[in-house]
């Protein structure tokens, strides 16, 4: 029978666009439309795979309207714009045919068959045939839709998903995660995306350059002993890769890794290298994924080991179809804290337990996201000014703007409350933070594969604890800019 859960609908989509690609790369075209009725076509992959059926059954009409929604994704493969000039010459549009080959080339300049198209437009409009030959330039519709379909489409699929700032990677309270801490796998953060079935690895490398006003990666340490800041620039480079063991149309088994490096240009102390690494599973049965994540990360600060933790996170998510996914998680951090102790209370090794929650909302045909979130914290330290109770909030939107600009819009509030008096309060208070973060970034996608973007970065954390010459140890704030520049293979 039939599955008619949200999980069958991803299921179904999934096989009936593997059936179409087996089927087109027998030029079964018809076999291949056929399979596709059963795709979900809000995804570019089947749209573009449909199109390329009508180009190669000489139906270019119907192929130019799909290649026309196609080039005004955020992210589009270069190949996409080859083919619509092909579709175009098809319906004798010459001009826009010129259009769209003079945009394959601003993309793929020293690529020899869009020169060639190119020249047999401009011989076109020169003599006025109307009847130009797409024979010397059809092979490459058939290498489009491998590239795309099988090798390009999880960077497709992931395109609402944006980068954040990395300034505060020491500090896992405000990593970029809207499910639980730690990176998940295209299916576990967009359940409705069909992923890459072909391929079993990714990776990305991202190259930075920051100002801060203020320059505490962890903002434990902020203003220990006095309460000026330091401002400073700094350059950051990062590399993010996946394998996956185990790939089914159900079951995910991976591992994931990051290294994390910036280098300040005077304040070296503030140097923050990261080095993580996990192993992580995903289960599709019927309606809800199932996940476990494994993370061990290792930091240093300013050339020291500052501190080793282990995070363990099971998860579930409930996939409302084109509404969404609402996504429960528990949290257990274990941390091992390197560093000075002036008295034990002051010491920061800790375990922490956290649960939550996000409501993801699917926007503009799956082409944008609007995220809100909610996670409570309870840490156990050895030292009791780091017992902590805390509260998150926090809402992300994620906008298409144009073709290939996604905008993206982060608020963030968080409540933390230490229930015993702190030991460099001058009288003996307990410590009470309230902070607030607020994000804003710009990502242009100049291709399948880079991008760039431009990001700020408001932080303002309000803390009681003062000692008696007026010291506000943990009351900081902090403005942040930042470009980068990301590569996905």
Not at 84 to 96: D, F
Not at 118 to 133: N, T
């Amino acid at each position: 029978m039939q599955k008619t859960t949200a999980a069958g609908v991803v299921s179904s989509h999934i096989l009936a666009l593997d059936r179409a690609q087996v089927a087109y790369a027998t030029a079964s075209y018809q076999a291949a439309l056929a399979e596709l009725e059963g795709a979900d076509d809000r995804d570019p992959s089947v749209r573009y795979l449909k199109a390329l059926c009508f180009l190669a059954l000489d139906r270019p009409i119907s192929a130019t309207g799909l290649l026309e929604q196609l080039v005004r994704e955020p992210v589009v493969p270069d190949e996409a714009f080859l083919d619509l000039a092909l579709a175009y010459l098809a319906c004798q549009r010459i001009n826009a045919a010129s259009e769209s080959v003079a945009e394959f080339l601003v993309r793929r300049p020293s690529d020899s068959v869009g020169r060639y198209l190119r020249d047999h437009i401009v011989a076109i409009q020169q003599d006025g045939s109307d009847k130009p030959s797409l024979a010397p330039v059809e092979p490459r519709i058939n290498s489009a839709v491998v590239n795309y379909v099988d090798g390009e489409g999880t960077s497709v699929q992931e395109a609402g998903h944006v980068y954040q700032p990395f300034g505060d990677y020491g500090d896992g309270a405000v990593l970029a995660a809207d499910l639980p801490s730690g990176p998940f796998t295209s299916s576990a953060r967009d359940p409705s995306s069909s992923g890459n079935s072909q391929r079993p690895w990714n990776l990305s490398l991202l190259t930075a350059h920051e100002y801060d006003t203020n320059l505490p990666q962890i903002d434990d340490f902020t203003g220990l002993g006095s309460d000026v800041d330091k401002d400073d620039s700094r350059g950051l480079v990062a590399a993010f890769g996946e394998y996956r063991l185990l790939q089914t149309i159900d079951s995910t088994v991976g591992l994931l890794g990051t290294v994390f490096s910036n280098f300040h240009f005077d304040q070296d102390s503030f140097d923050l290298q990261s080095y993580n690494g996990g192993v992580y599973g995903n289960r599709l049965a019927g309606p809800f994924i199932f996940s476990g994540y494994y993370q061990f990360v290792e930091t240093i600060l300013g050339g020291d080991e500052l501190s080793q933790e282990h995070r363990l996170t099971p998860s579930v998510s409930l996939l409302q179809g084109t509404v969404g996914h609402v996504t429960g998680y528990y949290e257990y951090n274990t941390a091992d804290v390197r560093g000075p102790v002036l008295v034990p209370a002051q010491a920061r090794d800790a375990q922490v337990h956290s649960v939550g929650a996000t409501q993801a909302f699917y926007l503009f045909g799956g082409r944008g996201r609007l995220y809100f979130g909610y996670r409570f914290d309870n840490a156990e330290a050895d030292g009791d000014d780091f017992d902590r109770v805390g509260h998150h909030v926090s809402a992300r939107a994620e906008l298409p703007l144009g073709r290939r600009l996604v905008a993206d819009l982060d608020v963030r509030q968080f409540w933390d409350d230490y229930p015993d008096p702190n030991s460099l309060d001058f009288f003996g208070r307990p410590r009470i933070d309230r902070r607030t973060e607020v994000r804003a970034g710009l990502q242009l996608y100049c291709t399948c594969h880079l991008s760039q973007r431009l990001d700020y970065t408001f932080v303002n954390n309000d803390s009681n604890v003062t000692n008696l010459f007026g010291v506000q140890f943990f009351e900081y704030e902090r403005h942040i800019l930042s470009t980068q520049l990301i590569y996905d293979f």
